[in-house]
């Protein structure tokens, strides 16, 4: 279960909200009133947005873990990655502003999962000039 990438949750909302709605989801939600005097509002793609870059950072987290699971959850999130392009260039539904920034989002994860795991995986690795490798 912990190899099942996080951004899939936002992918799901969104289709789902995309599918069963057939209007925009840039209404605004709720707003309030800023110091300045500006009125700040908040809507359903705003807030879908904001759960994909706090789900990223728990992904990036999970990227510094080391084993097989590591492994998988990176070719998943690859899988997802895949799967949400073709999405956006094929379902009219998707084809959205705010889509493309969620596949941006999964973009960097699977770019950062990557980088993370074999910048860490190196360090993991000590070679002594031709005595051989120690594995610490």
Do not use: K
């Given at each position: 279960m912990k190899s099942i990438p996080l951004l899939v949750l936002v992918v799901g909302i969104y289709n789902a909200m995309a599918f069963a709605s057939s209007g925009s989801m840039d209404?605004?939600?709720w707003s309030t009133q800023l110091g300045s005097g500006t009125s700040w509002g908040l809507s359903t793609n705003d807030l879908i947005i904001s759960l994909a870059v706090i789900l990223l950072y728990v992904e990036i987290l999970k990227s510094t873990r080391s084993g097989m699971a590591t492994v998988l959850d990176h070719m998943l999130s690859l899988a997802l990655f895949v799967a949400c392009l073709l999405e956006f260039l094929f379902v009219k539904q998707v084809g959205t502003s705010t889509f493309f920034i969620i596949i941006l989002i999964t973009l960097l994860d699977v770019v950062a999962g990557?980088?993370?795991?074999i910048s860490t995986s190196t360090r993991d690795i000590n070679v002594n000039g031709g005595d051989g490798v120690n594995i610490s």
């Open positions: 209404g605004i939600i990557f980088t993370i795991t």
